[in-house]
């Protein structure tokens, strides 16, 4: 069975199923963020879970496929180390999935910082589709947003 799962899940349907998996918490956040399912199903460490068992999933799927970790960390050199692993596709779907887990992290975070400030759900959803499609600008605008609702004007929370 796990042979199976193994062959199943190349990159590309590895791909392909982030992409549609984290859709329907987006929806949930942004059309449902006051709900309990928001609170219990996205905003909880579930879909944090669920990212993670497919990144250590992808974690063996490389070292069986003789990656090399330790280039990773030439990343840090320049514009054009950068380049070089982002066209190694292990490297792509690892960066894509941290992508993916920040922003939705993002997002639930806004959702329980708006309940604080009572923010309106229509006004919120502005900023969290930005989050999920430009991660820090949603942020910033979500923090613009605040200052009004909060009535103060602060650098650090």
């Given amino acids: 069975?796990?042979?199976?799962i193994y062959t199943y899940f190349t990159l590309e349907?590895?791909?392909?199923?982030?992409n549609i998996g984290i859709l329907p918490f987006w929806l949930i956040l942004i059309f449902f963020s006051q709900s309990h399912l928001c609170k219990y199903l996205v905003a909880s460490i579930l879909p944090i879970f669920l990212l993670t068992c497919c990144y250590i999933f992808?974690?063996?799927k490389a070292y069986i496929e003789n990656f090399v970790f330790i280039e990773n960390?030439?990343?840090?050199?320049?514009?054009d180390n950068i380049l070089k692993l982002f066209q190694n596709e292990y490297f792509l779907i690892f960066?894509?999935?941290h992508?993916?887990?920040?922003n939705l992290f993002t997002g639930g975070w806004?959702?329980?910082?708006?309940?604080?400030?009572?923010?309106?759900?229509?006004l919120l959803a502005f900023p969290l589709l930005f989050t999920y499609l430009v991660g820090p600008i949603g942020l910033f605008l979500y923090w613009f947003i605040r200052i009004f609702y909060?009535?103060?004007?602060?650098l650090f929370d």
């Avoid at 806004?110 to 229509?122: A, E, G, L, P, Q």
């Fill in 1 to 4: 069975m796990i042979e199976q």
């Fill in 99 to 102: 992508f993916l887990s920040i």
């Fill in 110 to 122: 806004i959702v329980n910082d708006s309940k604080k400030y009572d923010i309106n759900k229509v």
């Fill in 73 to 79: 960390f030439e990343l840090y050199l320049g514009l």
């Fill in 95 to 97: 960066f894509w999935i």
């Fill in 13 to 18: 349907t590895l791909y392909i199923w982030l």
């Fill in 150 to 154: 909060s009535k103060r004007f602060s």
């Fill in 58 to 60: 992808l974690l063996y």
